[in-house]
């Protein structure tokens, strides 16, 4: 007979949330590892079955959360321990009080990466040198800049640093170590204090995915289009890089706002990245989506957005007229 597992770490697939989730690991080793994400949290939250619950880096959409906070809230209320990392914006159809009160734990900071939140927790409790993670996914997730990160950088040499996280962000983005299983490696491997460059492949893969992005601009700079001040490319050969497609597409077309749009059989897949970092693409995208039927949010620097097939230009009309 199955007995339910001690603890399960539900954290993202991105590597901050790989790099938190190997903190979670390294506090609470033998935990179960399973990737979510923000449009699928609530149903995967709802079949996690653990006396103890660590989530990390996990955003919380304006229409979830009001039931993912009742199922954390029951969740607590049956048992369970309930630990939670994150630093993505609180959606308004929830407070933060609602939140932490859902919770055995809440830990949350716009200012740092999950990564750095995670780790500052437990520091005391795993190896010094665990830090590293911490750096990595700060790194990964262009949230270096925090007086801790900074701070703790200074005992370590940086490229050592930006070699192995650049190891996770670009090893990643091929598909040998793209799916789950090969993260889920990668969690354990960070957990027991080994480096990512020790993965068997992931620097190759790495190599083979910056010689991919240098293709890929040249892609860009040949498709990419403007829509008043938003420059896109849609439904071309991405290689799994959206984030740096869509930036391509602002630098090519001297846009502040650039965007990498797929068409599914339902919606359009929608990421933003900007070169003006005075841009709130977090709210950019709530705001333009919701006009359209969709759903959007994520990071000031880096968002994204659901919205429905046929919606697009409208879409680009209120980020337009948002950006005024």
């Not at 799916?179 to 490696?185: E, N, P, W």
């Not at 910056?210 to 290689?239: C, M, T, W």
């Not at 799994?240 to 650039?258: H, K």
């Amino acid at each position: 007979m199955d007995t339910m597992p001690e603890t399960t770490i539900l954290t993202h697939a991105d590597p901050d949330g790989i790099c938190a989730g190997a903190v979670a690991l390294s506090r609470f080793p033998g935990s179960r590892v399973f990737f979510t994400r923000p449009t699928s949290f609530y149903s995967d939250l709802l079949h996690t079955e653990s006396q103890r619950i660590v989530i990390t880096d996990i955003a919380l959409t304006k229409q979830d959360a009001p039931r993912i906070v009742s199922l954390l809230k029951q969740k607590k209320h049956d048992g369970a321990e309930i630990l939670y990392f994150d630093h993505h914006t609180i959606p308004p159809t929830v407070s933060k009080t609602s939140v932490k009160n859902s919770l055995t734990l809440y830990v949350h900071s716009k200012r740092a990466s999950a990564s750095e939140l995670i780790y500052r927790h437990y520091m005391t409790d795993i190896p010094r040198e665990r830090v590293w993670i911490a750096i990595y996914g700060a790194i990964g997730d262009y949230a270096d800049d925090t007086p801790f990160v900074m701070e703790r950088m200074m005992n370590w040499d940086r490229r050592a640093l930006f070699f192995e996280v650049s190891a996770i962000c670009l090893g990643i983005k091929n598909e040998e170590f793209s799916g789950y299983d090969a993260k889920r490696r990668m969690v354990r491997t960070l957990a027991r204090g080994d480096n990512p460059s020790d993965i068997p492949g992931l620097v190759r893969s790495a190599k083979n995915a910056v010689n991919r992005e240098f293709e890929l601009y040249e892609i860009i700079k040949d498709k990419a289009q403007s829509h008043g001040r938003v420059a896109y490319v849609k439904d071309v050969p991405s290689f799994g890089f959206r984030g740096p497609s869509a930036l391509f597409a602002a630098t090519v077309r001297d846009s502040r706002l650039g965007i990498c749009a797929h068409t599914r059989e339902r919606y359009v897949d929608i990421t933003m990245r900007t070169r003006d970092y005075s841009l709130k693409l977090n709210v950019l995208a709530d705001r333009a989506a919701e006009k359209v039927g969709g759903s959007g949010g994520g990071h000031a620097a880096a968002a994204g957005a659901k919205i429905p097939k046929g919606t697009f230009r409208k879409f680009l009309d209120e980020l337009n007229r948002q950006m005024r």
